[in-house]
């Protein structure tokens, strides 16, 4: 079973900037593609940003040239830097292996204007 836990959100004024990171348990990491999804206060979950094994990328039209996700396979980690943060960016954050349906609990981000 995949462990994903995350961190690293917080809050920011915007126009600044966050890490987060997500650690995964499991061998599988290395060729499991990963991604991160968000879920705003009355809207539904939606994915941001996604990586393949092979480390191909893709984004949500409205984080596309401000959100960077990278992985780590040695460290069993992957990684969201957000730049240029906006008050819409505000959501609990989350890891997620989609072919396995597991979740981490999520890393609240919190964007003042």
């Known amino acids: 079973q995949v462990q994903l836990v995350e961190s690293g959100g917080g809050l920011v004024q915007a126009g600044g900037s966050l890490t987060l990171s997500c650690a995964a348990s499991?061998?599988?990491?290395?060729?499991?593609?990963m991604v991160w999804a968000r879920q705003a206060p009355g809207k539904p979950r939606e994915s941001v940003a996604t990586i393949t094994s092979g480390g191909t990328t893709n984004y949500k039209d409205s984080v596309k040239g401000r959100f960077t996700i990278s992985r780590d396979n040695a460290k069993n980690t992957v990684y969201l830097q957000m730049n240029s943060l906006k008050p819409e960016d505000t959501a609990v954050y989350y890891c997620?292996?989609?072919?396995?349906?597991?979740w981490g609990q999520g890393t609240q981000v919190t964007v003042s204007s």
């Open positions: 997620t292996v989609p072919m396995l349906n597991a």
């Open positions: 499991g061998s599988i990491f290395s060729g499991t593609p």
